[in-house]
């Protein structure tokens, strides 16, 4: 997919950029102190992982990168 980055404006995007660079500082913040935390960071390497295989061209489940890192496959 192409973008039409020399149409878009740079007033139009800095409020939805600053508005989510600050919901994600504060959601960084409240994941440091959860009792969650690691379990969340280790999903969000899984789901890294499979996009970084998706982007080149392997199509592969997140449970499928979670079995293999099981050595149950």
Not at 2 to 8: C, G, V
Not at 23 to 47: K, M, N, T, Y
Not at 56 to 67: A, I, K, Q, R, S
Request: zero cysteines; hydrophobic letters at 50%.
């Amino acid at each position: 997919m192409a973008y039409a980055l020399d149409k878009l404006r740079l007033e139009t995007l800095i409020g939805p950029v600053a508005r989510a660079t600050e919901v994600l500082v504060r959601l960084d913040e409240r994941i440091a102190r959860s009792p969650i935390r690691d379990g969340l960071v280790e999903r969000q390497h899984f789901a890294d992982a499979a996009s970084a295989l998706w982007l080149e061209g392997e199509l592969v489940h997140l449970e499928d990168l979670v079995l293999h890192d099981a050595h149950m496959d």
